[in-house]
């Protein structure tokens, strides 16, 4: 199941969705907004998709997760638009019959989605700065003035 | 055929799109054409994405390409930063 | 947070009371009474727990995984009793501020509860033979006549 | 007092529980004694642990204790299989 929704995720429902008598374990994880990163306090995060495109590659995932571990069922779900602090961003469940497998499984897909899936987010500060997270790129050449 | 121009919409997202201040650039060619040459053209365009120029991805129909991807105007063509979703 | 319960476990409930804004990342793991193993065919479970001691087993992991991970919030919920296939025998909640933390943390809470924490699983398979599962013990020594 | 009688209750449990076909054995010592001793006592009680003994585990007071632990009569004793939860 991949899902690309600018509402609250519900991952209750995610985490049923892949219950299965043939798994004996499951894993769910969930990226939540985090207020604090290196003393820099958030307000809120912005999170744009390319929806066609983070789709697309969200199912690719879920192909390649079947293809590298043994894994029962997959769920997927991010979420776009404005996150306050707590809220749910991103949510991966995952079943398999042994738990080894259910971990790795869970890890990889979002570690590979967060090199892959073309989402991106721009942080608010609490002190009214805001900035687009690009990984690689200089902070500088991302920086706008809030008046531009 | 060959000299008939044709249009390739490059769609922008994140820092690209707000530096570019559009959701989408359009760029003439003459022929299908390599993502090697639209960058050029882009940043001929928008000058103002220089500093991004070496990290800029760039992806068509929907799957990450190399500079070496040929593109008519049917394809979807996309270009925009690392991601950071998750 | 530490439960030992007859009753299905309320993971959604036990997810939430790990959330946190010092958290980027949760963790959750769920076994499951998986209907195979190795061919053959399980048709429930009972769990036995020595309740004391396995309260303060799985307290005493909530103090070890807090001093080597850096972890936000821990929940563990281990059900007793008869459990169907499909239902939740063990719930472990984890949320860290980073997603590395909270997986370590985790797989070594289940891998240790594993280990160390009193309670017992009895196979129940579908042709009516019954197990305890004593990891290490050889089988002959286990298996009782139904009728014994 | 090194003389008085005492009673130790083991509190059985799982595969040990239905062998010995019941939930506490009580052993009697006469002053404090090393779980080493216990051992011996309940399997001469209850012969049937027998093939499990080697892999008996003991707890005192919910933690697991070596055989040189030394338990009275208020101590919480239980003795059992390995564990197979989760």
């Given at each position: 199941m991949i899902e690309l929704t600018e509402q609250a995720i519900d991952f209750h429902n995610l985490?049923?969705?892949v219950r299965?008598?043939?798994a004996g374990a499951v894993v769910l994880f969930l990226g939540t907004v985090r207020e604090f990163t290196g003393g820099v306090q958030t307000a809120w995060l912005g999170y744009e998709a390319y929806p066609e495109m983070a789709r697309a590659s969200m199912a690719q995932l879920e192909n390649e997760v079947r293809a590298k571990f043994?894994?029962?069922k997959v769920a997927i779900s991010h979420r776009f638009g404005k996150l306050e602090l707590g809220d749910v961003s991103v949510a991966i469940a995952v079943s398999s019959?042994?738990?080894?497998?259910?971990?790795?499984?869970?890890r990889w897909l979002i570690d590979t989605l967060k090199e892959r899936v073309p989402i991106w987010?721009?942080?608010?500060?609490?002190?009214?700065r805001e900035e687009w997270q690009h990984p690689g790129l200089p902070t500088e050449t991302l920086c706008k003035d809030?008046?531009? | 055929m060959s000299d008939v121009r044709n249009i390739v919409r490059v769609q922008l997202?994140?820092?690209?799109?707000?530096?570019?201040g559009r959701e989408v650039v359009e760029l003439e060619i003459v022929r299908p054409t390599e993502i090697a040459t639209l960058r050029k053209q882009l940043l001929e365009m928008v000058p103002g994405l220089q500093p991004l120029a070496n990290a800029l991805l760039w992806a068509v129909n929907n799957e990450y390409v190399r500079d070496d991807r040929v593109v008519g105007p049917s394809d979807?063509?996309?270009c925009f930063p690392p991601v950071s979703g998750g």
């Open positions: 985490t049923e969705s299965d008598n043939a043994t894994v029962t019959p042994h738990r080894a497998q259910a971990f790795d499984a869970g987010k721009k942080e608010h500060y609490s002190d009214g809030n008046d531009r | 997202f994140a820092a690209a799109r707000d530096i570019a979807a063509v996309a």
